[in-house]
């Protein structure tokens, strides 16, 4: 068997372990190892007494990847954006947030669900982390929808769909995982992330309002707040804002980084405002213990599934697929618009069955090349370019597009992490119900998605100010 043949085999046996309900990080790494294996012994002929010297090899190759690619000073921005989120909420700006936004937009037809979208999109801003957004407003949000009359699945639909806009909106661990994997500038894709998740938040907030004006008593009004009353809500929630500016000015970094820092150096200086915010409004022991633990455990699985898939993402290139595919997706007789939209809709696929950063993981070393072949390649000008934009600008673009339907892993069956983490902080509602609550934000996504691609300027005008 060539080399390409046995990524394939592969390919597929690791897809296959995934399916059967392995996870992710271990049926990659698995199959990395034995597909190293595999591709060394066949290199000399399948001598049975090479077989030692191809272990040998394929174990020492596979043991450099946890520290060489783990070990790096970009990935230390996903433990410090996760735990702003969890400081966030323990400091009490999670429940500050979405009080403000109730009493601001909550007059709207399906007035506190729109409240619900755009505290998670505040809280996404200060977060990174989808799950524990979800988490977050399970636990503020859903009991105030069911005071007022809100159908349950409905309301927890909502907090679920509301907790993906965590992974557009930054400082987003997705964008992180993607920036490096494609060796992109981490600031240019953070910073496209911003107009792109505001336009999803505004979006979500519209298909809410045509629900509850098209269905009787679908989502009742709020209202009877007073102006006085509305402005009040807004200081106990400026620390959100103010960690966003932080985040924003380290990651769009005018001055240049030697004048301040790195969007490292911005996390950690974020992370430290919420912390003293925290402590002022009476954080103790026990609350800090549990968001540096919930901090560190999400932070391990993340890290994990980052070496575990780098293993196989190091047996792919040995076994020179990426090429392969990219060679065989740039001769297809049809427009490139037409192909790109095909990728996107084998990630809607693949969102079924493996959660959104194991399928970045796993698909970008293969899919990534492959669009930046059919743009014309990596050097390519915005004039000679198949989708008018030039290879840097292109990968932002993609990296927007494919987090997008990233998200909807996070709420589709049979895995949607969202629904099942929404389902487990509330006793009274299922996974079922979930599941069928987040149904109508599959077309709010779509929609998303298509204006995404019909304006790449949406994504791509700030990115251009950086660049500038």
Partial sequence: MTSIEIGIVVSCGMLVMVVLGMRVAFAAALTGLLGLIWIFWAKKGYDPAQFTWALTIAAKTAGQVPHSKVASQVLSLIPTFILIGYLAYYAGLTQALFDAAKKWVGWLPGGLAVSTVFATAGFAAVSGASVATSAVFARIAIPEMLKVGYDKRFAAGVVAAGG?????????AILVIYAIIVEQDVGLLLLAGFLPGAVSALI????????????????????????LERFKSLPPAMPIFAVVIIIIFFVYNPFGEDAFGTPTEGGA???FVVFCMALYRGMRWPQLKDALLETAKLSVMIFTIIWGVLIYVRFLGFADLPNAFADWISTLEQSP?????????AYAVLGMFMDAIGMLLLTLPVVYPAVMA??????VSAADSAFGMNGTLCAVWFGILVVKMAELCLITPPIGLNCFVVAGVRDDISVQDVFRGTSPFFVADAITIAVLIAFPGIVLFLPRLMLT
Wanted: glycine residues 16%; aromatic residues 10%.
């Fill in 269 to 271: 200086l974020g992370a």
């Fill in 204 to 227: 979500y907030g519209g298909l809410v309002v045509i629900l509850a004006l098209s269905f009787k008593n679908f989502g009742p009004p709020v209202g009877g707040f007073s102006w």
């Fill in 337 to 345: 618009m037409l192909t790109l939209v095909l990728i996107l809709l």
């Fill in 164 to 172: 993906t806009l965590a992974s557009l909106i930054p400082p987003s």
């Fill in 374 to 379: 059919l743009n014309g390649g990596e050097s």
